[in-house]
């Protein structure tokens, strides 16, 4: 049994249908007055067999999307859906999304792994824990050959910064990624939006394939060129939220031309359909004209529907009567936290270390600033003056370390949370697996920054040359990195966008910077607010950093006006004070200028690592609340169930 070939071809057969479909949600309205609703979605019964090929069309903003993901179960708890999605005839439980996918517009993928290294980590995801290896290597051949991917198969996926496969080939391995569980049910979001006629082309074909194995497959689609229409088994025309055809997609011209709207000869059905059921706000006439012509086009096709909806029973097959299929029988426990943990983290290694330009990018800031810092603080004298220098520059490197960190992140964590958050959608693996091994695979790159940026200031600048000093500055600027990364994780895991988180996370550095001890002591700030400090790790860093420089490092002079001075009678009681204030030894420095004589470097580091533990907590927390929530797949009707008899009738059931 182990070494079962993988097969996609052996698919189980799902009827999908649904009825009186209304999706209701809050809609603008006036400040004070009543809360208007927009109706998305009107009363929309249709129905997907296995075998065939359902497109979803009309104009931009009808709810095709809506409709999609109302099917899949992944609409968002925004409004309120009433209706009814069956499988076979039956509510949908929660193992609808065991054997159903769903593939979104904008591609989940990385982009720094090539289209085999995809699929081995989604085998290694989303195959059942028992799968053996060749098992999984024959399935991600498998899936590479029936998506015509060969000749891609070992060239990046590629992104912004890196060329990769067309766009036809993306797409498809897109698809293919959803493919690895063998769904039987597809649901695609315009898979060929962004693609050139060719490339689209390619794509339907491959989905007309996955449909001719058994598979339900129904996808979203704005313009199909006449090719791609004709490879359409079954058709819903929406507008305005309302049905206007769903059937026969080669049936589709004849049924409005029924009702007084022939296409024209020689013309692209699909054209000619979404012509027709689009509304032309251009002037208030046409306007009223086309709206009445939607109007008059959905009376007549809800009329009608009942019949069409009839006629599809007859075409049928008894899904009850097939056979199980074979390929499953590895059984269906996933893999567990340490496989799902080992996969995550060695994608994100992956994805991190080829990302060569960020990389380089890091490495040149890092040596510019330490020269640069080497060039200004260089010859910092052991006096009053150099003290002040000397609290400067480490208060800098305590700023440029956690921004920096802060910064890398943000640039890339809240794109990769959105294929985060749709693979957690298809229950590929736990938040916990996930942002483990996020964390864990940043960890080399957000020390190496601080480490060579440490090594190269320490001796330009001159810091404290004992060897254990050096070493510890190192430590406490990798440990501020990792800290500064994990309020990085944290803000982006919490916030909605990339463009909130962008907004946030400066303004809670700055805060931090401002609490950090350097502008104003922490005695001295307003009561209650020490807190902020306290969680500051720049306040700790810069701690750190100073208790480790200063402690133990004496012979500061006094400036030569207060010392020199000191002897002469005139002025005397003056001098004194400067004398007083004059701070000869790191110990005095610690307390008078910083207040920080009664912490160590190692509690310091501790609490450098507790607040760092503590926002990583918080972050996991933010990843788990701020995760996609849906309405449930089944919930009470409000609606009564006019068309269930036929369902079951159609799911061979009764
Ligand atoms: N979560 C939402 N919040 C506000 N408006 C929404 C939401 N979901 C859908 N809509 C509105 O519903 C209509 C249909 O949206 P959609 O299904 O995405 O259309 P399309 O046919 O272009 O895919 C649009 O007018 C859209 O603005
Ligand atoms: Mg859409």
Not at 174 to 194: H, Q, R
Not at 459 to 476: I, K, R, S, T
Request: net charge neutral; aromatic share 10%.
């Amino acid at each position: 049994m182990l070494d079962e070939q993988f097969n996609f071809t052996e698919v189980r057969r799902k009827v999908i249908s649904w009825e009186n479909l209304t999706y209701e949600i809050p809609a603008g309205g006036s400040c004070f007055g009543e809360r208007k609703q927009k109706t998305v979605l009107k009363n929309v019964s249709g129905v997907a067999l296995p075998g065939e090929l359902t497109a979803v069309m009309g104009p931009t903003g009808c709810g095709k999307s809506t409709l999609l993901n109302a099917l899949a179960g992944r609409l968002h708890k925004v409004g309120v859906l009433s209706g009814e999605v069956l499988v076979n005839g039956a509510l949908r439980a929660d193992d609808f999304y065991g054997y159903s996918a769903y593939s979104l517009q904008d591609d989940a993928l990385f982009g720094n792994l090539t289209v085999r290294e995809t699929f081995w980590v989604v085998s290694h995801l989303r195959l059942p824990a028992g799968t053996s290896r060749q098992q999984r290597q024959s399935a991600v051949e498998e899936l590479i050959k029936m998506m015509g991917l060969s000749g891609a198969a070992d060239t990046y996926i590629g992104s912004s910064m890196r060329r990769g496969v067309s766009g036809g080939e993306r797409k498809r391995a897109a698809i293919a990624v959803e493919l690895i569980s063998n769904p039987c049910i597809l649901f695609l979001d315009e898979p060929t939006s962004g693609l050139d006629s060719f490339q689209a082309q390619s794509v339907l074909e491959a989905l007309r394939g996955l449909a001719e194995m058994g598979r339900t497959v129904v996808i979203v689609i704005h313009q199909p060129r006449s090719s791609i229409f004709q490879m359409f088994d079954r058709l819903c025309v929406l507008s305005q939220g309302r049905a206007l055809y769903m059937g026969v997609a080669a049936k589709s011209a004849d049924h409005f031309a029924q009702i007084g709207f022939p296409c024209p000869q020689n013309f692209n059905t699909a054209d000619f359909i979404l012509d027709l059921v689009s509304i032309d706000s251009r002037t208030p006439e046409s306007e009223a004209n086309t709206a009445e012509r939607v109007e008059k086009l959905a009376r007549h096709f809800e009329e009608q529907s009942r019949d069409k909806m009839n006629n599809v029973e007859v075409q049928v097959e008894q899904p009850a009567s097939q056979p199980p299929p074979k390929g499953r029988s590895i059984g269906t426990r996933r893999p567990g936290f340490f496989r799902q943990f080992g996969v995550l983290f060695w994608r994100s290694l992956r994805q991190n270390a080829r990302n060569h330009v960020p990389n380089a990018i890091t490495l040149v800031q890092s040596v510019l600033i330490a020269v640069l810092l080497g060039l200004i603080y260089q010859d910092i004298e052991m006096n009053q003056t150099g003290i002040k220098d000397r609290l400067g520059v480490l208060f800098f490197v305590t700023i440029n370390t956690s921004m920096s960190a802060v910064f890398t992140i943000i640039q890339v964590f809240p794109a990769e949370k959105g294929i985060v958050s749709r693979e957690r959608d298809s229950q590929t693996y736990s938040v916990a697996a996930y942002f483990a091994s996020k964390y864990i695979s940043e960890m080399p790159f957000k020390i190496f920054g601080p480490i060579v940026n440490g090594i190269i200031l320490y001796w330009a600048v001159g810091l404290n040359p004992a060897a254990e000093a050096f070493f510890f500055f190192l430590l406490l600027l990798a440990t501020l990195g990792l800290c500064a990364a994990a309020i990085g994780l944290a803000v982006g895991a919490w916030c909605p966008t990339q463009e909130v988180t962008f907004a946030v996370a400066p303004l809670i550095m700055i805060v931090f910077m401002l609490f950090g001890g350097f502008f104003i002591k922490v005695e001295s700030l307003p009561t209650g607010s020490e807190w902020v400090a306290y969680l500051s790790p720049m306040l700790w860093g810069f701690v750190g950093v100073t208790t480790n420089d200063l402690r133990g490092l004496d012979g500061w002079e006094c400036e030569p006006a207060a010392s020199s001075n000191t002897s002469s009678a005139p002025g005397e009681q003056e001098d004194c004070n400067l004398v007083r204030e004059c701070s000869t030894t790191g110990e005095n420095i610690l307390e008078k200028e910083l207040d920080f004589a009664k912490y160590t470097r190692w509690e310091a580091l501790m609490y450098l690592v507790l607040v760092g533990a503590g926002v990583l907590f918080v972050g996991y927390l933010g990843l788990v609340v701020t995760g996609n929530r849906y309405q449930p797949l089944s919930q009470e009707r409000r609606f009564p169930r006019i068309l269930s008899s036929r369902s079951r009738v159609a799911a061979g059931r009764s």
